[in-house]
Structure formats: structure tokens, C-alpha cells
């Protein structure tokens, strides 16, 4: 049996570099993927640390990636052999009462399955099921890099952007300016808001939100009076969307108190604690709460969007290293070493 060098997470708090069969194709809907390029992204951390409690042991990590294909079922009709393809995180069917509703997360036969319920993209290659729907061409002026986010997190910024109905001319507040809430910023953008303003207590990615064109004001709460600046900075009134893309131990409270009367709290954050809501402290501000994991179903779009240049992921990607170098990546990932906002992993070198 050939095999391959995959991470593989053997239960709380432990991953390792080990050697794995090369998988094969087990359904007609399914592909195989030669990884090129992968991620570490914060919800392999959430595994880790025990706060999926859906994930399996045994599995491989990763699940934002794009590859080239190298074997199709005999009932993939859209996808062939030797395509660069961006692989979206979820897996769905596309036929199911969600699907045919655009719901793709609640997929009665998928849903977030790849690096949690089944093998993922850690690794040299990935078995990809219902391949028709979860694999993307990549235009051939757009490069693998550049595509390399549109499964997950992009998709992640692209559908919060988008369920929050932001408005030209509105005041965008994004808590949390980690690569999904760049994500989120850069596609808030693509709606004309007159202002985007970042919270993060990490002032190397403010600076890197500001520097990008991501942001135009940025608050750290260590610092400002996050509450008191947004009313300042919006006639009183407080943002007209909230983004709670941190998921730390504060910023829901944050992301309801700093939002306007009648504004959209759209929730991206996993959260590993539950979260008060004091509906009596809030009572005729009138708050619609949109909340959830992404449903993916815009990667054309997006690969569009970056094919004409309008969302650009390239300022994320900070930190590159072969898959043998993908334990470090974990922790300088965790720890946000180096400014690190994205890991990037490359192919395994022997
Ligand atoms: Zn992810
Ligand atoms: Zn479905």
C-alpha cells in the first residue's frame, strides 16, 4: 500500500506527522485531490482543544486547501482529471430540502465533514465526496495561492457580509481581525459602507487591516473605550452592523452593546463557552442576531471576484512551510507568532 505523510489527531490536545495510505475513491461522487496548498485555520485549534465535540479521533486535519485532481468516480460529470481545483470546506449534495434552499451547512447527507468527521487536507492527497459540488475550477490567471482561502474562510467573510445586509454608506463594526475577520472586512467592502472599524487587542493585525485597505478605523479594547468611540464616530447612534467574528470571552456582550437600534449582530465566532443573552438589557433596541457556520455555496462568485481583482487574500497569507514543518505551524499559528495570520502549508519534502 502506498502512503502518504498526513497530521492526525489522536484526542485532546494531541496531533502528530504520521505516515497514511494514499486514499482511494470509495463512491462514484467522489475524487481524489493532490494537495498543493493547505491551511491551518482556528477551527483545527477548536478540534485540538476539544471544542467540536463532533470531530473524530483518528482523522486527518485541515479542511481549507486546493489541489489538482488526479481520480474521479464514474458519476462525477463536472470535474476531471488534471484540474486546479479550490475544494469548499463543506460537503454537500446539492439536492437535499437544504441544498435546493442554498443551506449547505445543514446538508441532510454532509455538512462540515472534511479534517472532522472524515480524512482531511493535512496531507498529500484527499478523498473528496460528492466531488460535483465541493470542487471549484480555478481561472487559469488566478493561482493557487490566491484561491486558496475561498473554501473556508473567505466563504466564511463572504456569506457573514452578505447576511448582514450591509448597506452603502453604513458603519461596519468587526470584532476580531484574524483571517476570518479580514475575510469578513474584505467583503463588507464589496458593499460600499462608508466606514469599517476593526476590534482587535492584537495591534499587528490592526495594522495589517489598516495597511490592506481592510479597515479604515481600528479600536483595541485594551486601549479605547470601543463603545463610547463607535457612538462618537456614528452621530451617536452605534454601528449600523456588527461582525462578532472573536469569539473571546467579551465580545459578544461587545457586539450587541456597540450595534445601533434596529441593527443586524450577524454571529461568525465559534464560541468554546456558552454566551449570556440579557434580553432585558436590551429590550426595544429592536436587535436582529443572525448566527452560524458558513454555508459555501459562493465559491464561483468569489473566484470570480478575485479573478477581477475586487477580494485579494495575499496580505493573509504570512507564514509558508512544507507539511513537515505543520506541528510549528500549530503552535506559531496558536500563539499568532511572528504576526502570523495564516499558515501555509506546502507540499511534504522528501
Ligand atoms: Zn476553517
Ligand atoms: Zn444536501
Keep these: 500500500m502506498e502512503t502518504m505523510k498526513a497530521v492526525v489527531y489522536r484526542g485532546h490536545e494531541t496531533i502528530e506527522l504520521t505516515d497514511r495510505p494514499i486514499p482511494t475513491l470509495l463512491a462514484p461522487e467522489d475524487a481524489i485531490v493532490r494537495v498543493t496548498r493547505s491551511t491551518i485555520c482556528s477551527s483545527d485549534l477548536h478540534i485540538l482543544h476539544g471544542s467540536v465535540p463532533r470531530a473524530k479521533e483518528g482523522i486527518i486535519l485541515g479542511h481549507e486547501f486546493v489541489g489538482v485532481v488526479t481520480a474521479v468516480g464514474e458519476n462525477v460529470k463536472k470535474r476531471r482529471v488534471g484540474e486546479r481545483v479550490a475544494v469548499n470546506v463543506e460537503t454537500f449534495c446539492g439536492d437535499c430540502f437544504y441544498c435546493r434552499r442554498g443551506y449547505v451547512n445543514n446538508c441532510e447527507h454532509g ?29 487559469q490567471s488566478v493561482s493557487d495561492e490566491d484561491a486558496l482561502l475561498v473554501g473556508d474562510v473567505l466563504s466564511t467573510g463572504y456569506w457573514a457580509a452578505q447576511i448582514g445586509e450591509i448597506e452603502p454608506a453604513s458603519a461596519v ?45 481600528t479600536l483595541n479594547p485594551s486601549r479605547d473605550d470601543v463603545e463610547a468611540r463607535i457612538r462618537a464616530l456614528t452621530d451617536g447612534r452605534g454601528a449600523d452592523r456588527v461582525f462578532e467574528v472573536a469569539g473571546a470571552k467579551d465580545t459578544f456582550e461587545t457586539a450587541w452593546r456597540i450595534a445601533r437600534p434596529s ?53 493573509l497569507l504570512t507564514h509558508h512551510a512544507p507539511l513537515n514543518d505543520a506541528l510549528t505551524g500549530y503552535r506559531t499559528f496558536e500563539a499568532m507568532r511572528d504576526g502570523c495570520i495564516k499558515w501555509v502549508i506546502t507540499p511534504y519534502e522528501r
Design 173 to 217: 463594526a468587526v470584532l476580531g481581525a484574524g483571517p476570518t475577520g479580514l475575510c469578513t472586512m474584505m467583503c463588507a467592502r464589496l458593499y460600499s459602507p462608508a466606514c469599517i472599524i476593526a476590534v482587535d487587542v492584537n495591534d499587528e493585525r490592526l495594522a495589517a487591516a489598516k495597511e490592506n485597505g481592510l479597515c479604515d478605523v
Design 111 to 139: 455538512g462540515w465533514e472534511l479534517g472532522c468527521r472524515i480524512d482531511g487536507c493535512q496531507a498529500e492527497y484527499v478523498r473528496v465526496p460528492m466531488a460535483d459540488q465541493g470542487l471549484h475550477p480555478i481561472p
Design 263 to 315: 441593527a443586524i449582530v450577524v454571529l461568525v465566532a465559534l464560541y468554546a463557552q456558552a454566551q449570556s443573552l440579557p434580553l432585558h438589557l436590551m429590550y426595544g433596541k429592536n436587535l436582529t442576531f443572525k448566527t452560524g457556520g458558513v454555508h459555501a455555496n459562493a465559491c464561483g462568485d468569489i473566484l470570480k471576484l478575485i479573478q477581477a481583482g475586487r477580494l485579494n487574500t495575499a496580505p
